[in-house]
């Protein structure tokens, strides 16, 4: 059984990469992953800046920092990687799904997280791979 639902929550959906992208593109799941060495099976956006800008930042692949703005297309779940797996509830607003989203525009001016911040989840984030606690569900 499919657990995926219709995204109850309305409002502006973000995309946050390093990947180059146009107006009208789709990203669609079964391509590489942001964010480990594999192809995965989920879109994933977020319908906070924030949880957008760490998704830039933490992208493997391109230079420059990117956040979309992005419109779902079909159902969308809960991310687990940043919900009741690891934490509870949904409070980064962070959402999968197997379904396209379209690119409907760039967010142009965003602030990033501030060197503290960044060091702060890079630190956290080697220790949880040192732990094998890196996991990425997808």
């Given at each position: 059984?499919?657990?995926?639902t219709t995204?109850?929550?309305k ?8 990947a180059?992208?146009?107006?009208g ?11 480990q060495?594999?192809?995965s099976n ?6 906070t800046?924030d ?9 493997t692949?391109g230079?420059?920092?990117?956040i979309y ?18 934490f509870p ?6 959402y999968r ?11 142009g ?23 094998g ?6």
């Open positions: 059984m499919d657990n995926q995204l109850q929550e409002g502006t959906f973000f995309h946050g990469t390093k180059e992208l146009q107006i593109d789709f990203l669609k799941p079964l391509y590489e992953s942001n964010y060495d594999k192809k989920h879109i994933y956006v977020t319908a800046i949880a957008a800008k760490w998704g830039a930042k933490l992208a692949s230079s420059k920092e990117r703005i992005v419109e779902p297309t079909g159902n969308f779940e809960n991310d687990p990687n940043v919900t009741d797996k690891r509830g949904n409070a980064a607003r962070s799904s197997k379904s396209p989203v379209k690119i409907i525009a760039e967010l001016k965003w602030e990033r997280h501030t060197d503290e911040e960044i060091t702060y989840m890079m630190t956290s984030l080697n220790t949880l791979r040192e732990q606690k890196a996991t990425i569900y997808d």
